[in-house]
Structures are given as structure tokens and as C-alpha cells.
């Protein structure tokens, strides 16, 4: 495979982009957004300068990029098709019946979609499957694949190739395993935000000063696992599973999404970070990232085993 299709260039589109052409492919861009191609090449800029420094050997030559007026030019001869527009279930099933009707016929479609199942996605006669990544797209590897089985199959080769790492769900499901999560986190945040309890910049402290550095190199239930101490997994749901049952979380209850909490937490955030643009921020985030998967490239162990297999398979320049 060579030639990669995007449609959609906003900062999830634009992610992909560059993780096909950092890796030698030649990548095609339909949006109709007068922007795009700026904004797109803001995010290769930023992409330019990270994901090599994960590496020590070379990349592949960077691929060519082209942005094309219609859809229809973008798609032809592709090999993979990435939707990447808004999440809009009428949208995404007009944009599908499109690249449909001009994509080669053996091409992955893909979906960015973050919550809509395949199902619903090809209730019109698509026959895409999701492949969910996460911000940014060229560091991160987590993939998420759902639909059918040789599909996800053929395009989890193809992500290993680009050095990501393809989760294939066993089922599907609204917005799959990772978001599922996060949106767990994003509720009880709401809730302690609104509730006066703590602001979005202490929130945000006791995730990366605590549980976040533990997550990144184990994930949860590993990290139960140890706190189970030498007992393990059994003796640490023995002793918190009691909890389930205490008022710890407000998960069955959502706070009311209403202005005066957008506006709480709107400005809690700009009083955070507001003093760095969003490029800096993008930056920051970039730096810190590679850092982080350097250091568990060393040891192989989560992310960074990810990234020491994909740069095993470079070629020694």
C-alpha cells in the first residue's frame, strides 16, 4: 500500500496525513474548508518535528501530499480512505455514499468516528470500518478497529507498518473501549468542577501527578494488580470491591450541561493555560510525549514497545 485518501482535515484528519507521509506514503486531501490546507500544515509542521525524534534510526522518505477539489480525485487509486469529518451521522452517511461510489473497490475505508458503530455508519449501503485514533495521530499509536473481521484484519497490518498499535474490538459497541473511559473521567470531572469541589487545573494535577504516569506504562488493571500487593488482582478486589457500593463516583447522574457550567469551566481553563497559544500548548504536549515513549521504548513496555518494533523494522540507513 501506498496511497492514502483523507477527507477531512481538521485536526484528526490532518493527524493522519502525517503519519502516512512521515512514513512514505503519498497522501491525497479533500476539504472544503478555504483553511486546510494551513491547518493541516500546521499539524505536518508540528509532526515533522516530533515523531522522528522517537526514532534512531530514519524514517522512510516522506511521501508526496496533494490537495484535491473533490472528493472523488482524492479517493481514486487510494488504498486507504480515512473519513475524518464532524461527528454527524447524516454527514458522515453522505461523505461515505461519496467516497463509495469513486474508491477502488479493495480500499480500506476507514472511519475516525469516536462513537458511532459500524452498523450505523454502513446502515446505507458503506462498507467502512472504524479505525478510531487518538490526538496526537502521528505519536500516538492506539488504534481502534471495528467491523468486519478480514477488513480489520488487512488495515491492523497496515497501522503495525505505520508504527501504530490496532486494538481490534470483539465487538462493537458506542464509542468503543478508550472513549468509553475517558468519558467515565470527563463526567466525574464535570461533577467536581460544578460541585466547587476542585478546579480543571487541580483536576488535571492529580491525574498527571499521580494515576496518569501509572497508566502510561501499565494501564488499570495491571496497576490494581500490584496494589494488590504480593496477593495480587484477588486481594485487591477483596478489599476495594466493597466500595462499588459507597457514593464514591457520580457516574448514573450527569450535571446539567448548561451555560453557567460551560462558563465556570471555560474560564477556569483560561485561567490555566491561557497564557500559551495553542501551537505552544501542541508543542509542550509533543516534547513531553516523545520524552515519555523514549523512556518506555527502553524497556519495551506499553506505548514505547510499539514504537521499538516499528524502528526494528526500519531499515538501517
Not at 507521509?21 to 509532526?47: C, H, M, Q, S, T
Not at 485487591?236 to 466500595?243: I, K, M
Not at 457514593?247 to 491561557?274: C, E, K, M, N
Request: negative net charge.
Amino acid at each position: 500500500m501506498s496511497r492514502a485518501a483523507i477527507i477531512g482535515g481538521g485536526v484528526i484528519g490532518g493527524g493522519w496525513a502525517a503519519r502516512f507521509l512521515l512514513n512514505g506514503w503519498d497522501v491525497a486531501v479533500f476539504d472544503p474548508d478555504p483553511e486546510a490546507a494551513r491547518k493541516i500544515g500546521a499539524v505536518l509542521d508540528n509532526a515533522r518535528r516530533a515523531l522522528p525524534a522517537l526514532y534512531d534510526r530514519a524514517l522512510p522518505s516522506e511521501g508526496g501530499l496533494s490537495y484535491c477539489p473533490d472528493l472523488a480525485e482524492a479517493v481514486a487509486g487510494a488504498d486507504w480512505v480515512q473519513e475524518s469529518v464532524p461527528e454527524r451521522l447524516e454527514l458522515k452517511h453522505r461523505v461515505l455514499a461519496q467516497i463509495m461510489a469513486a474508491a477502488p473497490e479493495g480500499a480500506i475505508i476507514g472511519s475516525s468516528t469516536s462513537g458511532f458503530k459500524p452498523s450505523q455508519l454502513n446502515a446505507e449501503g458503506a462498507r467502512a470500518i472504524v479505525a478510531h485514533p487518538f490526538n496526537p495521530v502521528y505519536l500516538l499509536p492506539l488504534v481502534e478497529l471495528v467491523g468486519a473481521p478480514e477488513v480489520c484484519a488487512r488495515a491492523a497490518d497496515t497501522l503495525r507498518a505505520l508504527g501504530m498499535f490496532p486494538l481490534t474490538l470483539r465487538k462493537e459497541i458506542d464509542a468503543h473501549i478508550a472513549d468509553r473511559l475517558l468519558e467515565a473521567v470527563w463526567r466525574e470531572s464535570l461533577w467536581l468542577v460544578r460541585d466547587g469541589i476542585a478546579t480543571t487545573e487541580e483536576i488535571d494535577e492529580a491525574i498527571r501527578m499521580g494515576f496518569g504516569l501509572r497508566w502510561a506504562q501499565m494501564g488499570l488493571f495491571e496497576t490494581y494488580r500490584i496494589a494488590g500487593g504480593e496477593a495480587g488482582m484477588r486481594h485487591f478486589l477483596d478489599q476495594f470491591g466493597p466500595a462499588l457500593q459507597w457514593p464514591w463516583t457520580r457516574l448514573t447522574d450527569v450535571p446539567d450541561y448548561d451555560d453557567a457550567l460551560v462558563a465556570l469551566i471555560a474560564g477556569q481553563s483560561d485561567a490555566q493555560s491561557g497564557h500559551m497559544g495553542i501551537r505552544d500548548l501542541e508543542r509542550l504536549r509533543d516534547d513531553n510525549l516523545v520524552a515519555i515513549l523514549r523512556a518506555l521504548k527502553q524497556s519495551g513496555s506499553g506505548a514505547g514497545g510499539v514504537v521499538a518494533a516499528h524502528e526494528a523494522a526500519l531499515p538501517e540507513s
